[in-house]
T-cell receptor, first 114, second 111 residues
Framework: NAGVTQTPKFRVLKTGQSMTLLCAQD?????MYWYRQDPGMGLRLIHY???????AKGEVPDGYNVSRLKKQNFLLGLESAAPSQTSVYFC?????????????FGPGTRLTVL | GQNIDQPTEMTATEGAIVQINCTYQ??????LFWYQQHAGEAPTFLSY????GLEEKGRFSSFLSRSKGYSYLLLKELQMKDSASYLC????????????FGKGTRLSVIA
């Protein structure tokens, strides 16, 4: 099992450009999450999904959109990138039950917005 | 709001014991997680406490007191590879964030 994978691993964008980050998991997990991690801020939840076809806003959703068309994939979109979105983005998944299940994290995507 | 506090940095000597504290004030509580994160890598699960008391897992132990809003992670027989950030996270049963993370404690193990 590959677990949770993320594409791409690194990306540099110019302000105003758009991009999509892909997260894939092969553990048949129901729940999937997108976090961002900034120095001194810890992990903050952007959006999450409790099952195929569902999405919900987390703590810091502004400027991002998500889609969960297939159970194994969770996409994070930036429509018009801003320097404030420079961060490391982690995707995670958990079997079910939201916060009572262990979350398994992908390796991260390091995004720089110039 | 949700508030989780842990020390920013700690330093300890190889072979020693270190305790990393975490205090929390949250609306709703389903349990508390500890994750380990090496620099440049993803967080990985260490422990989960939902009942008061100590959970021991090899060199690592985690303690929870729900009445005091307090947890600690105890690392024994420290090794250089234990140098990492340790993240305390509270599982919530309400609101729009299933799991809220503290800012993490960066532990440096020195010879």
């Amino acid at each position: 099992n590959a677990g949770v994978t993320q594409t791409p691993k690194f990306r540099v964008l110019k302000t105003g450009q758009s991009m999509t980050l892909l997260c894939a998991q092969d553990m048949n997990h129901e729940y999937m999450y997108w976090y961002r991690q900034d120095p001194g801020m810890g992990l903050r939840l952007i959006h999450y999904s409790v099952g195929e076809g569902t999405t919900a806003k987390g703590e810091v959703p502004d400027g991002y959109n998500v889609s969960r068309l297939k159970k194994q994939n969770f996409l994070l979109g930036l429509e018009s990138a801003a320097p404030s979105q420079t961060s490391v983005y982690f995707c995670a998944s958990s079997p079910s039950g939201g916060g009572t299940d262990t979350q398994y994290f992908g390796p991260g995507t390091r995004l720089t917005v110039l | 709001g949700q508030n989780i506090d842990q020390p920013t940095e700690m330093t300890a000597t190889e072979g020693a014991i270190v305790q990393i504290n975490c205090t929390y004030q949250t609306s709703g509580f389903n349990g508390l997680f500890w994750y380990q994160q090496h620099a440049g890598e993803a967080p990985t699960f260490l422990s989960y406490n939902v009942l008061d008391g100590l959970e021991e897992k090899g060199r690592f132990s985690s303690f929870l007191s729900r009445s005091k809003g307090y947890s600690y992670l105890l690392l024994k027989e420290l090794q250089m590879k234990d140098s990492a950030s340790y993240l305390c996270a509270v599982s919530l049963n309400s609101g729009n964030t299933p799991l809220v993370f503290g800012k993490g404690t960066r532990l440096s193990v020195i010879a």
